[in-house]
T-cell receptor, first 114, second 110 residues
Framework: EADIYQTPRYLVIGTGKKITLECSQTMGHDKMYWYQQDPGMELHLIHYSYGVNSTEKGDLSSESTVSRIRTEHFPLTLESARPSHTSQYLC?????????????FGPGTRLTVL | GQSLEQPSEVTAVEGAIVQINCTYQTSGFYGLSWYQQHDGGAPTFLSYNALDGLEETGRFSSFLSRSDSYGYLLLQELQMKDSASYFCAVRVARDDKIIFGKGTRLHILP
């Protein structure tokens, strides 16, 4: 059973608000990821981290930022939410040891910006 | 650029066998994974191939041919609960991110 948590699960917010999506894992994984996914569509990597104080932008241009101060915690922040940010945000982690290459996904945060 | 190609949709009958193909063009290759995602849910890991050949896990098997840059997921004895999207994913290097395909929507008919 994967132990990766995301809060909130659902969020409806007005344009211009600052929001932080929380992601925590208790598996001690070094690698963590944020994906954006619209219903029935592909996963887009927006940020990833290989360890504390390491963050990289993914393939999809994003106006969000992330931080990795603790191994278990990888929050994503939107400084000013817009309707175009409406989507599902999935957090994942992995140990990435080659022969055990499982990414464990959290339940996701479904964000609606009005 | 990096790309993974898989069919957008596949339809099969309950109890049958279905194969979902994935071809990739990436700057490197460290392993091929498969994930299942039900509507409204998060992706869950199914299998991983780092070496050529077939890996079997219950009703699901996954195959890899590195020389052909090709893999497939084989689902046997299909059940209605197997209706979902299936994503192939490639890790380009040991310490690099995973690249996901666009997903294959599997429809199962009774």
């Amino acid at each position: 059973e994967a132990d990766i948590y995301q809060t909130p699960r659902y969020l409806v917010i007005g344009t211009g608000k600052k929001i932080t999506l929380e992601c925590s894992q208790t598996m001690g994984h070094d690698k963590m990821y944020w994906y954006q996914q619209d219903p029935g569509m592909e996963l887009h990597l927006i940020h990833y981290s290989y360890g504390v104080n390491s963050t990289e932008k993914g393939d999809l241009s994003s106006e969000s930022t992330v931080s990795r101060i603790r191994t278990e915690h990888f929050p994503l922040t939107l400084e000013s939410a817009r309707p175009s940010h409406t989507s599902q945000y999935l957090c994942a982690s992995s140990s990435g040891t080659g022969f055990s290459d499982t990414q464990y996904f959290g339940p996701g945060t479904r964000l609606t910006v009005l | 650029g990096q790309s993974l190609e898989q069919p957008s949709e596949v339809t099969a009958v309950e109890g049958a066998i279905v194969q979902i193909n994935c071809t990739y063009q990436t700057s490197g290759f460290y392993g091929l994974s498969w994930y299942q995602q039900h509507d409204g849910g998060a992706p869950t890991f199914l299998s991983y191939n780092a070496l050529d050949g077939l890996e079997e896990t219950g009703r699901f098997s996954s195959f890899l041919s590195r020389s052909d840059s090709y893999g497939y997921l084989l689902l046997q004895e299909l059940q209605m609960k197997d209706s979902a999207s299936y994503f192939c994913a490639v890790r380009v290097a040991r310490d690099d991110k995973i690249i996901f395909g666009k997903g294959t929507r599997l429809h199962i008919l009774p």
